[in-house]
T-cell receptor, first 112, second 113 residues
Framework: DAGVTQSPTHLIKTRGQQVTLRCSPI?????VSWYQQVLGQGPQFIFQYYEKEERGRGNFPDRFSARQFPNYSSELNVNALLLGDSALYLC???????????FGAGSRLTVL | SQQGEEDPQALSIQEGENATMNCSYKTSINNLQWYRQNSGRGLVHLIL?????REKHSGRLRVTLDTSKKSSSLLITASRAADTASYFCATGDTTGTASKLTFGTGTRLQVTL
């Protein structure tokens, strides 16, 4: 079975642009979460979606948004990019009510 | 924000030695997990310990949890070069279908031959 897949793996944007990151969860997992990991720090929770509904939101500005599709895949959108948005964006999926997350390899965003 | 801190921030040992890393957290928890991350890639789940457990083993891994001190430790015995990675503790907050992990700052482990 394929694990959690994320695309793109790397991307470079300039300040003020917008970016969309994509994630496909493990088959059968209905929950998708997004985390931001700045270099040298631990991941920080951005969003969690379950059955297309937002179940949790971290302390991030409204420039960050996400959605989940009927096939449980998900997109993370970041508008008006800032230099500080440069980070590894990790997607994770889990079965309903599960404590353990399975992470994808991440999308590394560089904002110039 | 980060849940807490891990120490040491970096640890360098030789193959065959044991590695111990510690994690402190701030709030009450349902469970605590440890994850490994190789070279800035995705995280891999290692072990989960529930708040009513004090110690748990999985292969070469041993985790302890002291809820009175809000701390946990991860012991890797007989380390191998392949154990070189960053290790993160994460506290779990699961309520129904809502699930969130709060990660620590991580320990970078270097195992040399």
């Amino acid at each position: 079975d394929a694990g959690v897949t994320q695309s793109p793996t790397h991307l470079i944007k300039t300040r003020g642009q917008q970016v969309t990151l994509r994630c496909s969860p493990i088959s059968g997992h209905k929950s998708v979460s997004w985390y931001q990991q700045v270099l040298g720090q631990g991941p920080q929770f951005i969003f969690q979606y379950y059955e297309k509904e937002e179940r949790g939101r971290g302390n991030f500005p409204d420039r960050f948004s996400a959605r989940q599709f009927p096939n449980y895949s998900s997109e993370l959108n970041v508008n008006a990019l800032l230099l500080g948005d440069s980070a590894l964006y990790l997607c994770a999926s889990s079965a309903a009510g599960a404590n353990v997350l399975t992470f994808g390899a991440g999308s590394r965003l560089t904002v110039l | 924000s980060q849940q807490g801190e891990e120490d040491p921030q970096a640890l360098s040992i030789q193959e065959g030695e044991n590695a111990t890393m510690n994690c402190s957290y701030k709030t009450s928890i349902n469970n605590l997990q440890w994850y490994r991350q190789n070279s800035g890639r995705g995280l891999v789940h290692l072990i989960l310990i529930r708040s009513n457990e004090r110690e748990k083993h999985s292969g070469r891994l041993r985790v302890t949890l002291d809820t009175s001190k809000k701390s946990s430790s991860l012991l890797i015995t007989a380390s191998r070069a392949a154990d070189t990675a960053s290790y993160f503790c994460a506290t779990g907050d699961t309520t129904g279908t809502a699930s969130k992990l709060t990660f620590g700052t991580g320990t970078r482990l270097q195992v040399t031959l």
